[in-house]
């Protein structure tokens, strides 16, 4: 019920989209501060000039109050199922639980000329599954809209879950991630022919991001006019972006890549104006798995694995690593 | 004879007036009782046609509109949304499959949108009333949405990109939210109007008014001609015999053409429209949970909400007592789907045991084996368990379809002509009764 639910309200959001855009012109002059399209890193000035000049603050990109990209040391050496661990309870049911995105292109997407999930985020779980059975193919797959990783991992319904996770400290105060095996930051998608260089053009315009997700709240902290709208995943984003039923689609630049390779009338425009670190979402009850997770992610890195799976999904040549960091 | 003037001296006119005026008011006269008698018999027989008319013309036209317009239309509102759930089930497990759609799939969801395409355009002409006209509306603009949605799909899914399941999901929910509810309002409203002219076709309040009309031409021309007999010494009267007998056939044939619409619009209801009512019922609640079934295989998000609707809707299906099966068998004993009525109550368990073990293959990881039971065609299959059930619902549907039609149009053609046929007989009443009174009249002039 839940999809027909979002459906019946994106049709009549879209709906209502259709008459706004209809009652008054999208205005939206280029911002004389949006740095260049291909620019890496975080724009240099907090604030960038707005429609019609309004002064648009761009938020404090990343929460690192409690130090979230810290995780638990794991221990030295190769990665070891130990006896009464998570691990072996994971053994003995015979495969490993993983939520996952079915829709982000090139991270976590079903396939649908194979029929099977495929992507960065999923090369890291069989990464996992290896780890513990021998055998990268022990793994069964949930997807999950972005809004249900936490209550899956809460719940126990999965073991981790691998989709484009940011780590943040009021999510650490849910759940517990890996070390980050992937960094990122959001942008913004718009068809070609729009006007739109960034996000500060996007004063009272409808921006798209799936609920649940760091990416919707970030919309209206970097520009308090725009107006997000959320649906449960960012393919349902590039529909509602070639029905013009919204004027940008904004996450992860890496996940917006991959819409972009899904519809070459689309592009990524503006700076990065949040970091977006992402991790291994895993449940507080099971520290040891969080430890087994990273050396497990330490050794796909330190042996080439991860380079050699970022190179295939996101872009050739891959870049440093992340340095992962303990707390412990 | 009497004349008025002599009576009436004071108004100094001479005898030589000879012949009166003829006396209007003076009915205590032979002559004057005549008239007052012509008068009444005409009026009553003029009156017994207009209400004789009336009430045969009710009947005919709900008779008439049952057979031409509310049946066919709830007809077609069941072939729609028959067709579109079917369409919505059958995109969900072409897109199951992964890769290239099996040919027999694609066929089936091709014929589907043709199957809903002609009936819908067949219903928007039978529809004539304001009634249906929204949900007809609603349909229209929105099947092109959908076809065009799930062909996007289709092409995004030959590209391998995961954009085709979010046009699946959108189009599915456009179906869902939209399409089938105003299938299903277009088929309700047909099925009030079916029953709001069936009653109209066979309601007694006109024929009962035209009964007491004529018992009171009955009696005045029994009384007349009795009084006329004892008063003329003549046994019979040429013109009022003839309106007599005029009216006895008018009576005879209004009670005989009544009765027997009556009783065949009760059939075309009782072995007819009531029990494919139910029979359709069941069978949009079995392909609910057939849709169902193939949303929670795709939907792999861990929420269970698809399964839990299934869970619901077979509830409501049955077979078992107070479920739908259950009503259709009960409505469908003894009419012609009978026999297909009871294979759907014994195919529904047989389904659902099937669909238990696809979901153990599921939830058991065994996915594609789970998929290939939705949409396989072995006998142990829940695709082919679903469909030996679906056609036994649609047999006893067709076969009460066509019961209802035979009954149906044998009560409209029952009162055909009968209107017409009124108002010649009353009118051959009036003049009988006006030319066998002038007669008697003329005498006394």
Not at chain 2, 129 to 145: F, K, R
Not at chain 2, 192 to 212: M, N, R
Not at chain 2, 215 to 244: E, K, P
Not at chain 2, 338 to 349: E, K, L, V
């Amino acid at each position: 019920m839940r999809t027909r639910g979002w459906l019946i309200g994106a049709l009549a959001a879209g709906t209502i989209a259709a008459a706004v855009l209809a009652a008054g012109p999208a205005r939206s002059a280029p911002a004389g501060s949006a740095a260049p399209a291909g620019s890496a890193g975080l724009a240099g000035s907090r604030s960038a000039a707005g429609p019609r000049g309004a002064r648009v603050k761009l938020p404090l990109p990343f929460d690192n109050s409690c130090h979230p990209e810290a995780s638990l040391r794991p221990p030295a050496g190769a990665p070891r199922v130990t006896a009464g661990s998570d691990m072996a309870r994971i053994r003995a049911r015979g495969y490993l639980i993983a939520g996952v995105s079915e829709s982000e292109y090139h991270q976590g997407f079903l396939n649908p000329l194979t029929g099977q999930i495929e992507g960065f985020d999923i090369d890291a779980v069989h990464q996992v599954a290896q780890a513990i059975f021998g055998d990268p193919g022990k793994v069964r797959f949930v997807s999950l809209t972005d809004a249900g990783r936490i209550p899956a991992l809460r719940s126990g319904a999965v073991d981790i879950v691998a989709q484009s996770m940011t780590i943040n400290c009021a999510r650490l105060r849910q759940i517990d991630f890996s070390a980050v095996y992937f960094n990122d930051g959001q942008r913004v998608l718009v068809l070609k022919n729009s006007a739109v260089k960034g996000i500060a053009d996007l004063s009272r315009q409808r921006v798209c991001a799936t609920a649940g997700s760091t990416s919707v709240v970030d919309i209206k902290a970097a520009n308090p006019a725009a107006i997000p709208v959320a649906v449960p995943y960012f393919t349902d984003c590039l529909v509602l972006l070639q029905q013009n039923q919204v004027a940008a689609v904004s996450t992860d630049g890496s996940i917006l890549a991959g819409l972009a390779a899904q519809d070459p009338e689309t592009q990524v425009v503006g700076p990065l104006f949040t970091i977006e670190p992402h991790g291994i979402g895993i449940s507080q009850q099971n520290p040891d798995l969080v430890r087994f997770v990273n050396a497990v992610l330490a050794r796909w890195i330190a042996g080439g694995g991860w380079a050699v799976s970022y190179d295939r999904w996101i872009s050739a040549p891959a870049p440093a690593p992340p340095v992962a960091q303990y707390k412990d | 004879m009497a004349t008025t003037a002599r009576a009436r001296p004071g108004l100094g006119i001479t005898g030589s007036s000879g012949r009166a005026p003829a006396p209007l008011v003076r009915a205590s006269t032979t002559p004057g009782k005549l008239r007052f008698l012509l008068a009444g018999l005409v009026v009553l027989c003029l009156l017994w046609g207009a209400v004789a008319a009336l009430a045969a013309g009710q009947h005919a036209s709900g008779a008439g509109a049952v057979v031409s317009t509310s049946e066919p239309l709830s007809l077609d509102g069941q072939r729609i949304y028959r067709s579109l759930s079917d369409a919505d089930a059958t995109a969900a497990s072409a897109f199951l499959a992964g890769g290239l759609e099996p040919q027999a799939v694609r066929r089936r969801y091709l014929a589907d949108i043709a199957q809903a395409a002609t009936s819908l355009e067949a219903a928007t002409t039978t529809a004539g009333h304001a009634a249906a006209q929204p949900d007809l509306a609603t349909l229209s603009a929105s099947l092109p949405v959908y076809t065009g949605e799930i062909e996007t799909a289709r092409a995004d899914n030959r590209l391998g990109l995961p954009l085709g399941a979010a046009y699946l999901r959108e189009a599915s929910g456009l179906m869902r939210g939209t399409l089938l509810p105003a299938a299903r309002g277009l088929y309700q409203q047909a099925n009030v109007e079916l029953a709001a002219q069936s009653s109209q076709a066979t309601g007694l309040p006109f024929a009962l008014v035209a009964l007491l009309v004529a018992i009171a031409v009955g009696l005045v021309l029994f009384r007349a001609q009795r009084w006329l007999a004892r008063r003329t010494h003549r046994v019979a009267n040429a013109g009022l015999l003839l309106a007599s007998v005029a009216g006895v056939v008018s009576v005879l044939w209004l009670v005989v053409a009544l009765t027997v619409a009556r009783v065949e619009l009760g059939s075309a209801r009782g072995h007819g429209s009531a029990p494919v009512e139910a029979l359709a019922q069941a069978d949009i609640a079995a392909l609910q949970a057939h849709a169902d079934e193939s949303l929670t295989l795709i939907d792999n998000s861990g929420d269970d909400s698809f399964q839990a609707d299934f869970a619901a809707v077979t509830k409501r299906l049955g077979p078992g007592p107070g479920t739908l099966l259950a009503a259709a068998a009960s409505a469908a004993s003894g009419s012609a789907g009978s026999a297909a009525a009871t294979a759907a109550q014994s195919g529904a368990p047989a389904w659902y045991a099937a669909h238990r073990r696809l979901r153990a293959l599921d939830d058991g990881g065994a996915h594609s084996q789970a998929v290939a039971s939705a949409t396989g065609s072995g006998p142990q299959d829940s695709g082919t368990r679903f469909r030996q059930l679906d056609s036994s619902l649609d047999r006893s549907i067709a076969a009460d379809q066509a019961v209802f039609q035979s009954h149906a149009v044998s009560g409209r053609d029952a009162t055909a002509g009968l209107e017409a046929g009124m108002i010649a007989l009353a009118l051959i009443m009036a003049a009988g009764c006006a030319l066998g009174l002038r007669q008697r009249l003329a005498e006394y002039q």
